[in-house]
């Protein structure tokens, strides 16, 4: 027969002080943990949903990123007549040939100077990103020294604002419009018109990159084999997905560090773990051998203490998730080694890194449990009650 | 017995708990003495002698953006300036796009980069045979190993920023005091195929006087281009890599909440087992006041104990984190930042300290309490 957890649920409250202590120790680590992986999952969110599955990215064989492409400017006319592209209202094909160039700002917060990302870009390249939406002001014109700031490089550098004006290149640009593309990559960004931004570049006669929208994803995915199939091109196709999905790789770092600081810590709070179950044990060695004459079986005496021991840890762990959900959403940047730039990309604690943390945390109370239960179900039961 | 002997006893009469505790805390602080290496080789480490001397100037806008190659003979025009090479990212690829398989990959002038690193070693006669091969290339000495180059070897690296795919002999092989994980070749072997990449400098790498010459020539260098379509940017050897670990994040914030978090679990830990193994001896205490101990050394009795606990676990600590390191340090492939750490003594001394100011605080109130007990109502204590 099995002891009821509630046995276990007052005698972890019954030694307050100590279960706290334990538990906050867990939570420590958990919130490490959690913190690391939802960094993670906000960087995957801002590559992953920068994509659109219609949009056939073209540069250069060879290049792998729009930073290092560079092909001729007479190509683009042969790029928008292929077919498979889909037209806007006035019957002409939806395709943009665009400039990526890095610019250097200082942060808003005077913590030092920060790649950017500046896009030129024909009119069309707004139509094939639907999902990046003016939320001040108005898109820039073409032809002008304007620029659209994405929302996090509104939120971080200073003079980025609607009205003011940035100072990179050849000189100032003025700000007129602020878009938000939904947390994506696009958000760190800064847009202008491509001629305009080629020109102060001293990069006009080509383009670093095309988009082309296909009609629909069969026909985005025979696009991409058109461009890459074709001789007399020398240009590559890939799904706009398929480019943003490489770049997460950026997070490896991370990951590393992470993996490796949640381990260690996550063998500290074991240790610890395992030291308050042993007490438990010793604490209450009398009432085990008691239980035993009851008649509860051995078995189920370990697994009774190691349920203790697990509630233990599943306490820790959700205080460990508290602990972090005042910073869920807050914003930091990442310097992509793609693209020499920083995407800025927030903490996002999704369910998966909720449920990761309290598997992560379950373990630690299992190893850190397992032994004292052990003990605690091989007591001899004359030498415990004697105790 | 002395008192010494009996926090020893005392701090190991339940061995059990102790070695967990001293583990446990071990473990924190492995971590904690970690990051402060980390810390200390980002931020505190100013590089070698030789590094100190060199600086690096780019394209002000940024480093995409080159700049004209005659800039070089103005530069070394500038008083304090010994010696000066371009270096051209080639950014190619080979064998594969694996990160495993990824190098720096420099064009550069063979003929004065070994003026300008001056601590990379490398046997005269190969840097003679590079120096005649214009297909030639010079590798890092852990890549040559890990890859198992020889001399005479060729390599194939497929252009990504250049439309170009270079085959390349292996002319030399270098030891730089810290692994580089970069490999060096003609420039001009570039330029032939590429014409765009005529006459462009990606970087250039320079050599001062002195380490005091070093922001004079980085001033000098920026003023001279400040208004010419192409300005620069001028920085020590180690503000240089510095603003690579910044695009990364805020790093410090990073490290510093790790710390925070270690050493706050680490205090959890130590002040749990304290409070858990006061309160067991709560009559002990009352027959050691019985005795005549008197508040204030029975007070030191139990921190003395927490110290040398805590004490135990952060020498132990420190010991795994020197070891790691050293580990680290040697293993190939690790990446290129943290290829230079070492945990340095003050960082030990520190992490030593940490653990020992952890194990007082962690005593202090359940000692107190034990302090102030009534001898009479401690006898009676049942545990």
Known sequence: MAIPISYNVRNLKLRKGLTIMTALGIALTVTTAVFLMALLAGLKKAFMSSGDPLNVLVMRKGSTAELSGGFDANLFPTLKTLPGIAKDAQGEPIASAEWVVVVVLPRKDGTGDVNVSVRGLMPAGLTLRPGAKLIEGRWFTPGQREVVVGRSIHNRFSGANVGDSLDFAKGQWKVVGVFDSGGTSYDSEIWGDVNQIAADFDRQGGYASAYLRATDPVAADALKHRVSDDQRLKLEGTLETEYYEKQTSSGGAIKFIGTFVAIIMAIGSSFAAMNTMYAAVAYRSREIATLRIIGFSRPSILTSFVIEALLLSLLGAVVGIVLILPFNGMSTGIGNSLTFSETVFSLHLTWGVALTAVLFALIMGLVGGFAPAWQAARQDILTSLRA | ?383
């Open chain 2, 1 to 383: 017995m002395t008192l010494t002997s009996f926090v020893r006893k005392s701090a190991f009469r339940n061995r059990r708990r102790s070695i967990l505790t001293v583990l446990s805390i071990a473990f924190s602080l492995l971590l904690l003495t970690l990051m402060m290496t980390v810390w200390h080789t980002f931020y505190i480490d100013k590089g070698s002698a030789e590094s100190a001397q060199r600086l690096i100037t780019r394209h002000r806008v940024s480093l995409t953006q080159s700049m004209p190659a005659f800039y070089r003979e103005k530069i070394r025009a500038i008083p304090g300036v010994v010696a000066v090479a371009p270096n051209n990212w080639f950014g190619g690829i080979y064998k594969d796009q694996k990160p495993e398989n990824f190098f720096a990959q420099f064009g550069t002038d063979p003929d004065e980069i070994m003026k300008v690193f001056t601590d990379f070693q490398i046997p005269a006669d190969q840097l003679q045979a590079w120096q005649r091969d214009r297909a030639g290339a010079i590798v890092d000495a852990g890549l040559a190993k890990k890859y198992g180059w020889k001399l005479g070897d060729r390599i194939m690296l497929k252009g990504t920023i250049y439309p170009v795919d270079l085959e390349l002999t292996i002319r030399g092989i270098y030891t730089a005091p810290e692994p580089t994980t970069s490999i060096y070749f003609n420039q001009k072997y570039v330029e032939e195929a590429v014409s765009f990449a005529k006459g462009q400098a990606g970087t250039f790498n320079i050599l001062a006087d002195s380490p005091d010459d070093v922001s004079k020539v980085a001033a000098a260098v920026d003023d001279m281009f400040r208004n010419s379509p192409e300005p620069t940017k001028t920085e020590s050897e180690k503000a240089f890599q510095l603003s690579f670990i910044n695009s990364i994040g805020n790093v410090k914030a990073f490290i510093l909440s790790i710390c925070f978090a270690v050493v706050f679990a680490t205090l959890l830990v130590s002040a749990t087992t304290m409070a858990m193994s006061i309160r067991e001896r709560t009559r002990e205490v009352a027959v050691l006041k019985t005795l005549g101990f008197t508040r204030q050394s029975i007070l030191g009795l139990y921190i003395g104990e927490a110290v040398l606990v805590a004490l135990i676990g952060g020498i132990l600590g420190c010991l795994l984190a020197f070891g790691l390191v050293s580990g680290m340090a040697h293993a190939p492939g690790m990446s290129l930042f943290l290829s230079g750490m070492k945990v340095t003594p003050a960082t030990l001394l520190l992490a030593v300290f940490v653990a020992a100011i952890v194990g007082f605080l962690s005593a202090v109130i359940p000692a107190y309490h034990a302090a102030k007990i009534d001898i009479v109502e401690g006898l009676r204590y049942i545990g």
